[in-house]
């Protein structure tokens, strides 16, 4: 069975750094693309950033760019989200996500394209 866990959630400062890790169980292949996403109560869930496999481009969504950096080891499928000066508006729940279905020309910045989700870890920052 093919799981995604979280972990490196916690409650920090303004201005203080966090790094996210998102492992891979059961699957030794390669997602094609793994990201994350976020989400605070009452919201929809909203994309923060992805990486693509083998070439390791990436994107991310404006109001992180510039202080979070996705990152990848291809070796264990497991995903990184490196981020500082943390903001309260970063405050949510961070999803991993991973794509197992080949590239289609799309942005990768829906839910919709995404496969399997890990359960989800708390970040809270507190101003």
């Known amino acids: 069975q093919v799981q995604l866990q979280e972990s490196g959630g916690g409650v920090v400062q303004t201005g203080a750094s966090l790094r996210l890790t998102c492992s891979t169980s059961?699957?030794?292949?390669?997602?094609?693309?793994m990201a994350w996403f976020r989400q605070v109560p009452g919201k929809e869930r909203e994309f923060v950033s992805h990486i693509r496999y083998p070439n390791r481009m990436t994107d991310y969504s404006d109001s992180v760019k510039g202080r979070f950096a996705i990152s990848l080891d291809g070796t264990k499928n497991t995903v990184f989200l490196q981020m500082i000066d943390l903001k309260p508006e970063d405050t949510a729940i961070y999803y991993c996500?991973?794509?197992?279905?080949?590239?289609?020309?799309?942005?990768?910045?829906?839910?919709?394209?995404?496969?399997?989700w890990g359960p989800g870890i708390q970040v809270t920052v507190s101003s």
């Open positions: 996500a991973a794509r197992h279905r080949l590239f289609d020309g799309s942005t990768y910045t829906s839910t919709a394209h995404y496969d399997y």
């Open positions: 059961g699957r030794t292949i390669n997602w094609p693309v």
